[in-house]
């Protein structure tokens, strides 16, 4: 599980009542009038009293608490199954926000994801946590919250965002009379240090369903808390605090945040189709790969359009190719999404090492993977050495079954990707034929997934036809820490180039 997941905080939502600080007696700390710090959180920073200040609030950008993927899990607690007002201010909320948005973002229900929210009508108030927080994460929809728009509003503290008047410019739209506050409140109004990507982005919204009404936490509802500044006296006061649907800029906030202006290249597969067939295939979607019958379908089944650092966006995993009955015999895949890997190798271990297939992140904070690399879903399975459980020095290894396979005359190729980051990294050591290809001696320098490529010249031979074999090995070595999980995804062994339909370019040469 990655780093990422770091900066959170709780953030509670009182429109109508301030007594927001009674519902996790001790444990809560208010914040901006609907954010609290849930101390109870688990969170690798040690002093968590000290860490969780507004000031660590204040450097959370928004693009560092969204969802790995805009799909959230979510549970209905009885709580709200009970209460028919607020069940269905909570549906429609859900669906609103993904109407509003085309479904750049979802709200699924959980099956097994291990990061989910968990609505409930708990006691009072309507309170969320500010983007993934990690495991569970509370939305509370109390009495008096069950209309779609504050639905909504939580919804989007789940999707990652702060207070419209929290930014860190807001002081040229709207003034604050402090004067009118009550006591002690000053700080929910505490603006943001710094300039974010977000508001580089896109302008401050006085119609946010994010934004505060004139008179939050008035010491008397006759008084202003926020108005417009004279600059923006033409924005009538009672327009802010709509609690009506998302304006146009919360939804260009979502669509910003999860890049779903971002578009993937139409895949090709020759001798095979893709589903679905459109023009447009915009980021989060998926793709799935079906072969003509007789051919067998190499590389995974099912992609995503993933977004890149860049702004562009691209097919998640190695691209698949359908290759006829005697070229496959010479490939081999795992996706490690099932035992495949177990028919293909052997799996050996010193110490108490284990390589074995995980779905969704692994248990330990600051090390592994959030994702898979072949779906790029919390779900989906990769293998992985996990540290905590074995000991330093030991190592687990995969030790491909020594096949012969039939030679068409090309180079070979060996094709993973792997994921290692953490403090208390190991190493991964990888050889063909008792040649070392690759090798990575400690962490990475952030939490992702990368691609080695390596061509072999593997001895080849007659026997009775032109026949190589390839033995992989991959050692994994456990480093001095339990922050020191080792993960690989998507091996994949056979011709480099010459695959009859395959457009891409399995290694490409330096
Ligand atoms: C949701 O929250 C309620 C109340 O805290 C809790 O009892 C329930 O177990 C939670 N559901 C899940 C799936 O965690
Ligand atoms: C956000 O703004 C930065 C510069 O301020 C720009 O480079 C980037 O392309 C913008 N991104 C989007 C999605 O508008
Ligand atoms: C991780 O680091 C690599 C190489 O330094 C870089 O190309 C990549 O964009 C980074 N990824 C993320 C998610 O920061
Ligand atoms: C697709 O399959 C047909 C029938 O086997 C074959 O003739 C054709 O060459 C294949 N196309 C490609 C591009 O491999």
Known sequence: MGLRMIAQTIMFLSLFSVAENKFIPGKSKVVEGDIYFNQAE?????DSTKAQTRSFVASTTPVSVRWTRPNIPYVIHDSILNDKTAFDAVNNGMKMIQDMTKNCVRFLKRSTEKNFINVTNIGGGCYSGVGQIGGEQTVNVGPGCGTPGI???ELLHVLGFWHEQSRSDRDTYVQIHFENIILGKAVEFDK?????ELEKNISYDFYSLLHYKYNTFAKLDSLDTITPTKAFGHVPKTALGQREQLSATDVRKVLWMYQCTAECKSPQLTNGTTSPTT????AWSEVTYTCTTGFQLVGPSRRTC????DGSSGWSGMEPFCASPANAYYTQYCDMETDCFKLQYGVYSTGAATLRVQYGPTTTEGTGPDFDNTYRSDTAGYLVMEAKGANVGDTASLISRRRIQEYNGDRICIMFYFNMFGTDMGSLT?????????EQLGS???NSWRMVCRQVNPPWHWSPWWAYYVSLRMDAKRGAG????????DVYVGPCKSIPGYSGVMCPTK
């Not at 688990?42 to 040690?46: D, E, F, Q, V």
């Not at 943001?192 to 974010?196: F, L, P």
């Not at 023009?279 to 915009?282: F, K, S, W």
């Not at 339990?482 to 995804?489: E, F, L, S």
């Open 192 to 196: 943001r240090s710094g300039q974010d």
């Open 444 to 446: 990475t320098d952030n």
């Open 279 to 282: 023009d447009r295939y915009m």
């Open 306 to 309: 993933v977004p890149q650092s």
């Open 430 to 438: 990888v050889n063909a034929n008792g040649v070392k290809v690759f």
């Open 482 to 489: 339990v922050q020191g999980d080792i993960a690989v995804d």
């Open 151 to 153: 639905v909504m509003h």
């Open 42 to 46: 688990k969170r690798p920073l040690g």
